[in-house]
C-alpha cells in the first residue's frame, strides 16, 4: 500500500472519539441534538469564544454547511460573493445554486478576498433591478490553496462587509489549521467577532464528520435549526456530533490535531525549498503545492498518492500534498528521502 | 433515570459496529464513498436483494433520503402521492416541498395506500396544465403508525403504479422492523422488486446513522450521485457508512436487532391487550400505540419516557411506545409489572 | 356560435383601453415600468387606497402574482395557509410549492377563513424544527366560490394575524367584483389597510392583461422588485400595463365594469331562485352555481358555454355561470327564457 | 424631447397589430391560449420552420422564456454554458439561478460561441459527481453586442452539441434583425434545424409583449405547458399573445420591421465609418457601439438619448445605439448630421 498525501480525510478519526462513543453508546439521550453532550459541547465552544449569545449548531459536512448557512442569510435576489477558488464554486456540484442563489466569481491567484476585490463587483451590480443584489462575501480560511488570512486582513475586510451592508461568512472546513499555523495571529475567538457567521470544520481535522456553525449575528440567529432540518442536516443521533465535538475541543485536541498536520506539511516544504523548489502557492498549512520535474513526480508516485494538482510546462508539474492529524513523522521522512535521492 | 420507550435513536449503535470502526481506524482509504469498506457493503446488499444492476447509495438519514430521492426523480411540475400519516407530510419541515414538489395527502387511519386510493387522485388531476401532476407515490413501510404492507397488497400497488406510469417509493427508515414482524410475508428481495427505488434505514436499527437508498428502475438509476453530492449528503469520509452497513449486513444483524425491537414491543402489546387495553392501531412491529387512562398513564410517566400521542377524550390518550434494538428485557418486565399493579 | 358563460376572461379588453394604446403607441417611454403611464397609474392607485407609503406593481397575471408575492415574503422553511379552495392550492400547477414552500390546507365549504380554523392550525405546528412555520394567510375575495369578506370578518381576520405575526395577503383576482357586490362593505381603502399586501385583478376585469400588487406592510415594501424582474414578471414595454390600469381607474371605470358583471350573474341568480333552483354556494358576484336538472342542463348546453362543477346526484349537477364586464343583457335574458321555457 | 436610441422597446407595437386586437376585441374565445388566434400563429410558424411536429408557446417577454426553457430541460444537477455576455449571466437577475441551475460563463468579445470555447469546460467538468455536468449550451443571435452566427458557425456548434450530448439553446429575443442582417446567411428552418429549442422575440421587433418558444427536440417537446402554467406564463387572454403573432407572421411583417432597424443602425455605422470612427463589436444588426470622443459625446447628448456603454479612455467611449421596427430616417439622418457638424 503507498502511503496517501491526497486528502486530510483518509483515516478514521482519532481514537480518543471512538472511545468516548464507546463509553456513552448506550446511554439513552434525547434525539436531534438534544442530548447532553451536544449541549456541553455547544457550551464549550461559546466560551471559547466568549460569546453566550452566539447560536452553535452541528451538521456533517461541509457542502451541507454552506448550502444551509447562505440559503437561510439570503433572499432569493440576493447573492454571495467568493474568489475564483472557492469550493462552493468549483467542487460542490451546484449546490448554493441549487436553493437559488448565483455566486459571483473574483479571480484571485491566493484564494483570498480584500475589499479592492469586492469593490468593482459591488460597482458593476447598480442596475436595480435587472441584476442580482450582492449581500453575502464568502471566504475560507485557510483556503482552498492552503493560504491564510491575517488579522490585519479580516479586519480590513470585516469593517469593508459592515459598510456595504454585507454579510460575512467564513467556510472554516480548514480553520484549526489556519489558526495553528506559524504565521497566524488569528485566535478563535477573532474570528466569531469579525466573522456574522461561520464554521469550524472536524471532518478534516481528526472527526469521523462534523462542522460546527457558530452564528453570532443578530439577525442571522433566529429559526436557523429550522433550515437544518429542512435540508436532511439534522441527525437523529446527534449524540454522534456532540460527542465528538466535546473531545476535540474539552482539552484543545482540535487545535492540537491541526497543528501536526501543519508541522508535517513544512517539513516537506521547507526540505523541498531547501533544494531549490519553488511552490504554486505560499502556504503554511497542511497543503503545499510544490513544483517537481515530471521525472521526480513518476519516483514519488511509486511510494505515495497525491493529485497532480497543474501541469506547469512539458516537463513540470504542481502537485498537492496533503498532511493531516494522522501524519506520522515516518511517511514524511520517506518522502523527503525519496526527493532528495532523485536529485 | 426513567428509561425512555420514546423512540429507536435514543441509544448509540451496536457495539459490533463501534468495534469495527476502532479495528479499520486508521487504515487510509479513498473519500466519498470510493472506500473498500462502502464498495462491499453495496455488494453485499445487492446479492441480498440478487441485483447486481441496481444502484446502492448511503445517506446520513430519512429526511436527507426522501428528499434527495424524490428531487431527483421528479420533474418540476410533477408530484408525489402520500398517505396524509407520511413523514414527509408532517415532520420534514417542508423538505420536499423546499425541493420545489408538492405533496398530495390521501387521508389514511392506517397509514397505508392502495389503488383505490390513488384513482381519485389521479382522476381529479386532469385539468392540464393547471394542476401538478402526480408521478411517485411514497408509502413507508412500517407506516408512522407501525402497520406494515403484505406482499398482496404491495403486488397491488406496483402493479397499479406500472400501469399508472407512476412510481413507486418505500420508505424504509424502518423496513427492517416491517421484514421482521411477525406476520410479515415479504422479503428484501420482494421489496427490490417491487418498487422502483427504495431505502433501508439504519439510524433506527442499530447504526450511528445511516440509510441505503437501492435505485432498480432503469431510467432513475443514472446520475444518482450528482444529487447526493448537491444536496450535501455525500461523507468525506464514506467509510464511516460503509463499515456500518458492513457490519449490519454481513450476517444479519440487521434483521436480528429489529426482530429483538419488535418482540420486546409486541411482549407488552401481548401483555396490555390481554388486560383488555385498545390500541390506536393494530400494529405488529415496534411501535404500539395503547389507549390508556390518565391515571395509568400518570404512573407510568413516572418511571418511562413516552410520548402522549393522542387525546382520545377526557379520561384516557392513546400513548405511543418504541422499543429499539437495545431494548432488553427488563425495562419491558418493568414496564408490564407497573401497569398491572395499577389495574 | 355558442355564447360563452365559462369565465370571465372571453373577450378582449375594454375598448377605452384600446383607445389610450393606439392614441399612445407611438410616444417613445422608459422601458421596464419606468413610462410616464406606469408612474401616473401608480400615483392614482396609492391616491385611491390613501397610502402614499404602499408601493405598487403590476405583473402579468395571476399566477404570477401568487408565486412572487409569495416566494418574496417568506423564508425558506415558512409556509402558507389557505382555504382548501385556494387557486394556488388547485389551479397553479405547484406554482407555490415550485419556489419552495408548502400549503396547509384548511377545509372550508366557503373559502372563507377566520380565526377560528387557522387557530388549530397553528396549534399542530408547534413541533419546531420538525415542521414548517406557518406565516402568511392566503385568502381570496371574491374567493373562488365567489363569496366575498364582509368588513367585520376582514377586521377579525387581519387582527388575528397581527397578534399572531402572520403575514395576510388577499389574491384580489376578482377584487373588483367582491368590492362591487350588492352585499359588500367594504372599500379598497379598508383592503390596503387590513391586509399587508394585496392584489387587484385586471385581466379578470376588462384589461387584456395585468394585476396590480399593492404592499403596504413596511418589512415587505423594500426590494420588491427584484423578485419580479427574476420571476420573468418586469414586463420591457410596462407602459402595456401602466395604460390600461390608468384607462381602469381613472374614472373607475374598474368599478364599474366589475358592477356589470355582477348585475348580470345576479339577474341569473334571482330568475333561477324565483324558480326554486338551489345554489352550491351563496354568491353575491360574477360567479353563481346553480344546482340543475341533468335534462335542463342539457338543454342550456345547446345555446350556452358553461363548466359543469359538481355532479350533485344522478339527476343533477351544479354548473359554473361567469359573467364579465361585456356580458350584455341579451345573453342573460335568452339563458333565464331558455331555462324557464323548460320548467 | 429628445430622440431615443436607448433600446428597440420604447415604443408601443406595430399599428396593424392594435388593429388587429380592436378587429376581434370582442369575439369569445378559450383561455390560456386555446383560442383561434394562437392555433393559426403556431400553425403558421410551423409551416415556416417545415415541421409539424414542432412545439409552439407564447410566453411573454425573454427572461420568462429563458427560465422556462432552461428550467424545463434541465436535472437538478445540470448546468448551463453561455458567453459572458449572455443575457442571462448579467440581466436577469439571477433568474436562472432562482430555478436551480449554474451557469458557466466563457469569456468572449464577440459574444459568440464556438466547439473551441465549450472543450476546456467540458475537459474542466469531469470530477464526477463533485461538480456540476455541462447539459445546455445557451447562445443568443443576435448577440448581446449586435453579432450574429453565420450559418457555418451554427451547423458546426450544433453539431458539437449532438456529439457530446449537449442540448443546444438559442435566445431569440432579436433573432430577426440577425436573420435579416446583411450578412445573414441563416433562414428561419435552419435555426429549428440546428437547435434543439429556441424562441423568436416579439417584444423588441414590434409587439406589445411576446415571444415564441419553439421546441423541435423530440425528448424536450413533451409536457413543456406545465412548466409555462407552473412559472405564471400561461396568459388567461393568451389570445393577445395569439394576434400578435398572427400579424406579425402571416405576411412576414415580422422580417420586415427587422430589416428596417437594421438598416437605420447601418446607415448610423456607415456614416460614422466614413468619417473614421471605430466600433466595440462588428456588428450587422440593429446595435451599434461606435467609440466617440467625449465631447461629441456630450454634444450627441443634448438631441438624444443613448447609452454610454464602456469607457474605453480619458477622452473616448463607445456608446449603444438601437433602433427599431419604427425608427424613421428623420432621427437618423439628424443624428449624422449633428454628429457630421462637430466633427
Not at 132 to 143: A, Q, R
Amino acid at each position: 500500500m503507498k502511503f496517501s498525501f491526497k486528502n486530510d480525510y483518509s483515516e478514521g478519526c482519532h481514537p480518543q472519539i471512538l472511545e468516548s462513543l464507546l463509553r456513552n453508546n448506550l446511554d439513552q439521550q434525547a434525539g436531534y441534538g438534544e442530548d447532553d453532550y451536544s449541549k456541553k459541547a455547544k457550551d464549550l465552544i461559546k466560551a471559547k469564544i466568549e460569546n453566550d449569545e452566539a447560536e452553535v449548531y452541528f451538521v456533517s459536512g461541509g457542502t451541507q454547511a454552506n448550502l444551509i448557512v447562505i440559503s437561510s442569510i439570503l433572499r432569493p435576489y440576493q447573492c454571495v460573493i467568493s474568489a475564483s477558488t472557492g469550493h462552493i464554486l468549483n467542487n460542490e456540484t451546484g449546490a448554493i445554486e441549487a436553493t437559488g442563489h448565483k455566486i459571483l466569481s473574483i479571480e484571485k491567484e491566493d484564494g483570498k478576498l480584500c475589499p479592492e476585490d469586492i469593490i468593482p463587483v459591488l460597482e458593476s451590480h447598480q442596475n436595480i433591478p435587472h441584476q442580482v443584489m450582492p449581500k453575502l462575501v464568502y471566504i475560507s480560511n485557510s483556503t482552498e490553496l492552503g493560504t491564510i488570512y491575517t488579522k490585519k486582513e479580516l479586519e480590513n475586510l470585516s469593517a469593508f462587509c459592515k459598510k456595504n451592508n454585507l454579510y460575512l461568512f467564513m467556510d472554516g472546513a480548514r480553520l484549526g489549521h489556519a489558526l495553528t499555523s506559524e504565521i497566524n495571529d488569528l485566535e478563535l475567538k477573532d474570528i466569531a467577532e469579525l466573522t456574522d457567521i461561520f464554521y469550524l470544520g472536524g471532518t478534516k481535522n481528526g472527526a469521523l464528520l462534523g462542522e460546527v456553525i457558530i452564528v453570532t449575528e443578530n439577525d442571522l440567529r433566529h429559526d436557523f435549526a429550522f433550515n437544518i432540518k429542512q435540508k436532511g442536516a439534522l441527525l437523529a443521533k446527534g449524540r454522534l456530533l456532540g460527542i465528538q465535538f466535546l473531545e476535540l475541543m474539552k482539552e484543545d485536541l482540535y487545535f492540537y490535531l491541526a497543528k501536526n498536520a501543519n508541522q508535517q506539511a513544512m517539513k516537506i516544504k521547507n526540505a523541498l525549498s531547501e533544494r531549490g523548489v519553488g511552490f504554486l502557492s505560499d502556504t503554511s498549512t497542511n497543503q503545499i503545492f510544490p513544483i517537481l520535474s515530471n521525472k521526480i513526480i513518476e519516483v514519488l508516485s511509486k511510494k505515495f498518492e497525491f493529485y497532480i494538482w497543474k501541469k506547469m510546462d512539458e516537463n513540470s508539474s504542481a502537485i498537492r500534498l496533503i498532511t493531516s492529524w494522522n501524519t506520522q513523522n515516518e511517511p514524511v521522512e520517506e518522502f523527503i528521502k525519496t526527493f532528495n535521492s532523485e536529485l
